[in-house]
């Protein structure tokens, strides 16, 4: 019983946490609105759902570009170049136009969201802000040899200290950025590089890729389990379900829209997918750890383990788990214990620590956080166990089937071995 109301109060600060963390309260697209000058970058705002992220994030600042200067920047680039130069001008820290003046030193290079994507090599996440004196405040890359292309112009917007919005009169350009390569829009050879050999190959084999590919142009997210996610113990048998049913699963896998992790991280709605054939079929609802977003089908969560690709209009993330939607799953979760009104094993508070879910994997490095400087490129996946907010007794029960597995974490690190020796 105590054990039982420790876990209730955990479950009910996590969420609190959650709350907190998601809820910024302010709203970039409606301070935007409110200046006719910025409705370019406005409007790309939205379409990069570079605002989602904004709006999930407090103690930030916005250098917004007017109408002239945006459209000489997005007239000749690529949507997906247009959000890598915009996530550049958004700053993970707060300045009005008084700390911008007084910068210690007279010099100081914040990090951008552009950092946070794990794409920036050595500095180029970070700007350089640099006191002119004179009055004037310039902007530039932090890369080394870098110009200050840029000069501050006015104050648009304060939230103390939540957000602020500064105007500038130039792009920060990073080295690069502009004439990056474009990414390959070969789904198959991207989720075989990102380690989802199984899937990709089931695309294939099923026709389904076609479909993503007819939906891509409009906007597409794909959630593609890791082969370590098909291999689980926890992954269905495939073998049972007849070719139909394996359509809908793997279009289980999409969403006929473009929704980065920022997006994702402020979901508060039922998402349909690309098998939804009517209200309440084949979706799914999101939940946040910190950074981590968590998938929830209804029969068990799987964590986004990883940004695969992010190219405005496409998303593929690498997930731990293959998604079981209740309507191929629900009536016998082989992996999860039944569904239970009144969990039998009292859960312990042990088995809510992230310690006992993980796997002892000898490749495991802690994920670098993507925020600190000379933070490498986050290319690796972090084999973290999933840390999701006990807010349901769907995570719960999960936790307590992790805790069981855990009996098996020798069988996993054998499985982790052989699938790492294949990219060696
Ligand atoms: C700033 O953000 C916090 C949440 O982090 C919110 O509670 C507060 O109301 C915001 N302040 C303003 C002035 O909007
Ligand atoms: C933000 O403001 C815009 C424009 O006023 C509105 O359409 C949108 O729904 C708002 N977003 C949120 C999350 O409230
Ligand atoms: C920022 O750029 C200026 C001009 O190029 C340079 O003098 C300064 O050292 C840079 N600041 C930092 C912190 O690197
Ligand atoms: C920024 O201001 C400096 C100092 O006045 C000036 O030399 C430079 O040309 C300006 N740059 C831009 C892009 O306006
Ligand atoms: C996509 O990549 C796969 C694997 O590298 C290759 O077999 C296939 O031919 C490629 N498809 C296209 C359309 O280029």
Do not use: W
Not at 40 to 47: A, E, K, M, T, V
Not at 58 to 78: F, Q, W, Y
Not at 216 to 222: I, N, R, S, Y
Not at 226 to 248: C, I, R, W
């Amino acid at each position: 019983m105590a054990a039982s109301r420790v876990l209730c109060l955990l479950a009910l600060t996590l969420s609190l946490f959650a709350v907190i963390y998601t809820v910024s309260g302010h709203n970039i697209t409606q301070i935007l609105s409110e200046s006719p000058e910025y409705s370019s970058f406005n409007s790309y705002l939205s379409q990069t759902k570079l605002n989602d992220e904004i709006n999930s994030r407090t103690t930030i600042t916005i250098l917004v570009l007017n109408n002239d200067v945006m459209s000489s920047l997005a007239g000749k680039h690529p949507l997906s170049v247009v959000k890598t130069a915009l996530s550049l001008l958004v700053l993970l820290d707060y300045y009005d136009p008084l700390k911008l003046h007084k910068i210690s030193q007279g010099t100081t290079l914040p990090t951008t969201l552009y950092q946070t994507t794990g794409r920036a090599a050595g500095n180029l996440g970070f700007v350089n802000v640099t006191d002119l004196k004179g009055g004037k405040v310039g902007f530039g890359s932090a890369a080394p040899g870098s110009k200050l292309g840029a000069n501050y112009t006015k104050s648009v917007k304060q939230i103390p200290y939540n957000i602020s919005v500064l105007e500038i009169n130039a792009p920060i350009i990073a080295p690069g950025i502009l004439t990056a390569p474009a990414p390959s829009n070969n789904m198959t050879e991207l989720l075989e590089k990102a380690g989802c050999k199984i899937f990709a190959s089931m695309l294939l084999s099923s026709g389904v890729v076609k479909t993503y590919e007819s939906t891509v142009e409009k906007g597409l997210t794909v959630f593609a389990p890791s082969d370590e996610g098909f291999k689980a113990e926890s992954a269905p048998d495939l073998t049972k379900l007849t070719q139909a049913e394996v359509v809908s699963l793997l279009e289980y896998h999409a969403l006929a829209e473009y929704k980065p992790k920022g997006s994702l991280k402020i979901n508060k709605n039922v998402i349909s997918t690309l098998a939804t054939n009517g209200a309440g079929k084949y979706d799914l609802t999101t939940s946040t750890s910190g950074d981590e977003v968590i998938l929830h089908t209804g029969v068990g969560p799987s964590r986004v383990a990883d940004t695969v690709v992010d190219e405005t209009p496409l998303v593929v993330f690498k997930v731990d788990k293959v998604l079981l939607p209740i309507e191929l799953f629900g009536k016998s979760p082989s992996p999860a214990p039944e569904p239970v009104s009144t969990p039998t094993p009292t859960p312990s508070a042990k088995s809510l620590s992230p310690t006992p879910t993980k796997s002892p994997s000898p490749r495991k490095e802690p994920s670098p956080v993507a925020a600190s400087p000379p933070a490498p490129p986050v290319d690796e996946p972090s084999e973290e166990a999933p840390s999701d907010s006990p807010t349901s007794s769907e995570n719960i029960r999960a936790k307590n089937a992790a805790f069981h597995v855990n009996t098996h974490a020798y069988f996993t690190a054998m499985v982790t071995l052989a699938a790492t020796s294949l990219f060696l």
